[in-house]
């Protein structure tokens, strides 16, 4: 037979369960501003109370019910993305990111195509399973920034400007990852393309890690398998790749990335377009030379990128390996007869992709400046 102490410590044992349970999928962001002297006085509450009510439960079933279920079942909350993560601490968070981006890219279009690789390039470099964290934004000598996958990636400054507006209204509230993931969003609707829901709560990291970062990320001389390959490691499907691959439609790559693809004689490019490009883009030297990765319309947010790769007219080879006479002709070829399919595609691409292992909770830090940790 069991003692009532034992009784009342079961008892105890499941209130304190439930207790956690019900804040950890009702109260998530009040959780994290608990200390530990608030989880212990629910405890020492639940214990006062089961002694000043002499309850009994020996008689009812709920309790080795409810004890079945949260000892099998339980496990610690861990905090969620949710797109109203600021309503309460920043209301104004997002109404001034838009502002600040909508400023630069109307100063520089080309920055549009920048915000999105920004955001792209963090989120690809996982360290300790940490995905989009803001690491790419910290300065120093070993670090991502500075990491050869990283080459040509420019927008930093304008990140740190939009930092800057975010902490003058809301202090120490709003994280650097999340700036970069709200920033592509909004950079794409500023040149036609689509919007989507950015599920915020992101935390930024203490340090990078710039060997990742010339691994991690796709190269422009990737094939297909590659390719497929590298998104499949960041659990992204071969659509959501195809999909994401069209933020090419804007932006500009250097002559180095492209000068194989141009000189080879391949029977996948244009013959007229990799004479006009070789203009520019000599066998030697020149390797900073630009050139649009769509030519018809670089500055616009449209499907032009997925007509050039069926005209063979694609800039990068790995570009082009997306419309080769292999499994992923067939979704450019939808996306070239159905500019919306690809425009939903596209975004809910940039949400998984924005999703990547991101801290949360209590990992990871706000910084007060995205180019250092606090």
């Known amino acids: 037979m069991y003692s009532d102490r034992s009784i009342r410590l079961c008892n105890l044992h499941v209130i304190i369960l439930f207790l956690l349970q019900y804040i950890c999928i009702n109260l998530q962001l009040f959780l994290l501003k608990l200390s530990s002297i608030v989880i212990v006085s629910l405890a020492i509450i639940a214990s006062f109370l089961l002694h000043i009510l002499h309850m009994d439960y020996r008689k009812s079933i709920l309790i080795p019910i409810l004890t079945l279920i949260f000892s099998l079942n339980y496990t610690p909350c861990k905090a969620q993305l949710s797109t109203t993560f600021y309503d309460n601490t920043c209301p104004n968070a997002l109404t001034t990111i838009s502002t600040s981006i909508s400023a630069a890219v109307a100063t520089d279009r080309r ?129 959501e790749m195809v999909a994401l691959s069209g933020a090419h439609t804007i932006g500009q790559a250097r002559c180095g990335a492209f000068r194989a693809r141009i000189y080879n004689n391949d029977s996948n490019i244009d013959a007229e377009f990799a004479t006009n490009l070789r203009s520019n883009c000599p066998e030697t030297g020149g390797n900073g030379n630009l050139a649009p990765l769509d030519f018809v319309t670089p500055n616009t947010f449209d499907i032009n990128y997925y007509r050039n790769l069926v005209d063979r007219r694609g800039l990068l080879a790995s570009d082009q390996a997306l419309f080769n006479g292999d499994s992923t002709d067939s979704i450019v070829q939808g996306y070239v007869d159905n500019p919306a399919t690809f425009e939903s595609d596209f975004a809910a691409a940039m949400v998984r992709m924005g999703e990547i292992d991101p801290l949360t909770g209590a990992s990871g830090e706000i910084r007060t400046v995205c180019t250092t940790a606090n």
């Open 111 to 239: 920055m549009a195509a920048s915000l999105i690789r920004l955001h792209f390039h963090d989120c690809f470099v996982q360290v300790n399973l940490q995905g989009c964290d803001a690491s790419i934004l910290l300065d120093g000598a070993q670090t991502e920034k500075n990491a050869f996958g990283n080459g040509g990636v420019r927008g930093y400054n304008v990140i740190d400007d939009v930092k800057a507006a975010v902490e003058s209204i809301c202090p120490g509230i709003v994280s650097c990852a999340d700036i970069l993931a709200v920033a592509a969003r909004d950079a794409s609707v500023e040149v036609g393309g689509p919007s989507w829901s950015v599920r915020l709560g992101r935390r930024d990291s203490l340090t990078g890690n710039p060997g990742e970062a010339g691994t991690d990320l796709p190269l422009g001389s990737f094939n297909l398998g590659q390719i497929i390959s590298n998104f499949d490691s960041k659990t992204l499907s071969v659509r």
